[in-house]
C-alpha cells in the first residue's frame, strides 16, 4: 500500500542512434512521446537506419539482424532536494524523536541507469533498464519492456500494428504519458516525504511483477490491449531451498494466479494537434504474506481508471495537457484479520499541463489529490522505521485521523541547453497530507511541511 | 538492402492482397517483373505504414510542419530523397528527420516512393484572407520587380502545379512554404535562385505567397 518512490520516466539516446533521426521525432520534450514517438513504441522500437550484420535463410528469410552499432545509452540523475521543514532524526534513539535532520540532500548521482533500447532481431525490439540507485545504493532492474510487433496494411491505406509486450511494470508499455508509469513528474525527488496512500495500478507493483500482454493499434487511433501480471519478484528467495521460488510466505503481496490488465484508448491528430481519451485498469488479488502462508483469504484490488491527453506541437511552441483519474475498490478480507477496514475506496487525480518554448525553455504546472475512506489499519497513526518492525513516536508519515487524503501542486521550470540535458527546478507544495492540512501526523507537523524543492541535472547520451 | 527496405520487405508479404501478389511474384521465376513489383508494392506499405505517420498515408499530411507529398512530381522527390541521403539538403527538419529516415533507402526504393506519391490524388488546400490571397498571387503571378523578385509563376508554372525539375506549390502548407523561404534566406537549405528570391522577399509578402499556395487546389 505503500507509495513507493516516484518511478521516472526516460528518453533514450539510443532511439535516437538507431533511427537516425533527432529526439524531436518522438519527443516534444523528453520524456513526453509524440505521435511519431507513440507509433514508433508501437512497433516494437525496431525502427532502424543503420548498417547490419544480417543472415539470410536459402528462402531469403530473415535470420539475423543486428545493429553494427548496439542500442545502448546512459543516463544520469544528479539531484538536490530541500524540505521545507526539516524531519526528525531518529537514527539514534528509535524510541522517540531525538533531533532534527539535516536538510538538503544531494543525488550524486541519484540514480544512473544503463539502457539496452532498440532492435533485437527483425519484429523484437527492447526498452530494457538497469539502474543505481542512491537510496539503495545498489543496481537493480529497472522499467522493461521486451516487445514483438508486427505490422500490416489493410485496404483503405489503413495500417494497424499489432504485437505482445512483455514487461515489469503496469502502464510502462503503454504510449501516452497519461498513465504512471510514464507521466508526471517524469522525475522526482526521493529524498522527500511520500504521502502514504497510492494504488496498486500507480507504481505500487513496479519491477515486483512480470506481465504479457497482447496490443492492437488501428489506423494509429484505435489502441487495444489485455493483458495479465504474475509477480516477479526480485531479491527473494525461498525459504527452505534457498532458490528464487516458489515463492512463499516471506515474500509480501505476492499476486495470485493472474492479475488481468486492460487498456483502451483513442487518439485523434489535426494539423498540429492530438487529443487521446482511454480507459485502463487492472484487478489484483494479493496474498499479504509477509509472515503468514500465500492461501487462504486475500486482499483485492479492482483498480480503474480515465485518462486524457492533448498535445499541441509546432514549430517554436509546443503545449499539452494530460490528466488521468484512477480509481481503486479495495476488499481486504486478509487485511481486515489484521484490523485493516473490510472495504476501503481510493481515488488518484492528476492533472498537469506543459509548455515549452523551441523545446529549449519550458515548465509544468500540475495538480494531485488522492482521496479514499479512512482506515487506521491502512493509514496508520503509530510510525514505524523504514525496517518495516521498529514502531517511533514521530509522526511525518503516520495519519492522525487514518486518512488517506493528499493534495497538493507541483510546478516546475526547465532549460534544455541540448536536447538531451535537461536542468529542472521544481516545487512540491502540499495542501493536505495524509489526511490532514495542521497536525496531520499528531506530531505537529503541517502538509506544507513537506513542501519540496528539487534540483535536477538530467542527462543521457 | 537498406534498413526501411528491410523493414518494408518484413510487412509486403503481409494480408494485403497486393502485398500477397507480390509476395507470389518474388517466388516466380519472373524476376525483372517479379522485382519491380516488390519494390513498388514495398514502397507503398512504406509511404504508408512508415512515411505516412508524418505525411499522411496518401502523401496529404494534415500536419503544417511536415510537407504534403500527394501529387507532387516525382523527379522532385526522387532529388530531394537522395539529397537527404547524402546529406546536402540541409534546412532543419531535413537534418532532424530526414537524414535519418533516407539514409538506408536504396535507389529502387526511393524512385518507387516517389512514383507512389506522384500518383496520389493532391488534398484540397485551405482557405485565408482573400486580400492576402490577392496580395500573394500578384506576387506569385509577377514577382516584385521593384525588390528584384522574379514570378514564381516562370519556374512553377501558372497555377503552381510545377514540373519534375521546379516543385509543385499549389495546396502545400503555408507553414512549410514559410519555413523553406528562410532556410533559403538563411541558406541553410542552399538553392542559388530561390536564396536570391528569398533575400528579396519581406516576411509578409512571404506569408502573402504562401497563403496564396495553400488555398490553391
Known sequence: MLCGAAAPAWAVPSFARQTGMACAACHTVFPELTHFGRVFKANGYVLDNLQQVQAVGSKREELLELAKTPALSIMAQVSYTSLKTRVPDVSNSAANAAGLTQNGTAGFPQQLSLFYAGKIAPHFGAFAQLTYANDSGTIGIDNTDLRFANMIILPHKQSLIYGISLNNNPTVQDLWNTTPAFGFPYAASNANVSPLAGTEIDGTLAQDVAGLSAYAFWNESLYLEAGIYRSAKQGQTNVLTGQAGPLDGSASNVIEGGAPYWRAAYEHDWGAHNLEVGIYGAEFKLQPGAGTPLQGPDNRFNDVAEDIQYQYVGEDHIFSVEGTRIHEKMNLTASALGGTNATDDLTTDRLWATYYYRRQFGGTVGWFSTTGSADPGLYPAQATLADGVTPCNCGVVTSANGSPDTRGYVGEVNYLPWLNVKLSLQYTHYTKFNGGDTNYDGFGRNASDNDTLYLLLWFAY | ?217
Request: charged share 20%; aromatic share 8%.
Open chain 2, 1 to 217: 538492402m537498406s534498413s526501411i527496405d528491410r523493414f518494408v520487405a518484413r510487412l509486403a508479404p503481409l494480408m494485403t492482397a497486393a502485398g500477397a501478389l507480390a509476395f507470389v511474384l518474388a517466388v516466380s521465376p519472373v524476376h525483372a517483373q517479379e522485382d519491380a513489383a516488390a519494390v513498388a508494392q514495398q514502397a507503398e506499405d512504406t509511404a504508408i505504414g512508415v512515411c505516412g505517420t508524418c505525411h499522411g498515408p496518401d502523401g496529404n499530411s494534415t500536419n503544417p510542419m511536415f510537407p504534403r507529398l500527394a501529387g507532387q512530381h516525382a523527379g522532385y522527390l526522387v532529388r530531394q530523397l537522395k539529397a537527404f541521403k547524402e546529406e546536402t539538403r540541409g534546412d532543419p527538419y531535413a537534418i532532424a528527420y530526414m537524414w535519418g529516415m533516407a539514409s538506408g533507402l536504396s535507389d529502387e526504393t526511393i524512385d518507387a516512393l516517389a512514383q507512389y506519391y506522384a500518383r496520389q490524388k493532391a488534398g484540397f488546400g485551405k482557405s485565408h484572407d482573400p486580400a492576402t490571397i490577392a496580395r500573394g498571387r500578384e506576387i506569385f503571378e509577377h514577382g516584385l520587380p521593384s525588390q528584384g523578385v522574379p514570378a514564381c509563376a516562370l519556374c512553377h508554372g501558372p497555377d503552381a502545379l510545377g514540373n519534375d525539375q521546379f516543385p509543385r506549390l499549389a495546396g502545400q502548407h503555408a507553414e512549410y512554404i514559410l519555413k523553406q523561404l528562410a532556410s533559403f534566406q538563411s541558406n541553410m537549405r542552399k538553392i542559388a535562385v530561390m536564396h536570391g528570391v528569398a533575400q528579396n522577399l519581406r516576411t509578409p509578402e512571404m506569408q502573402a505567397v504562401a497563403d496564396y499556395l495553400e488555398s490553391l487546389p
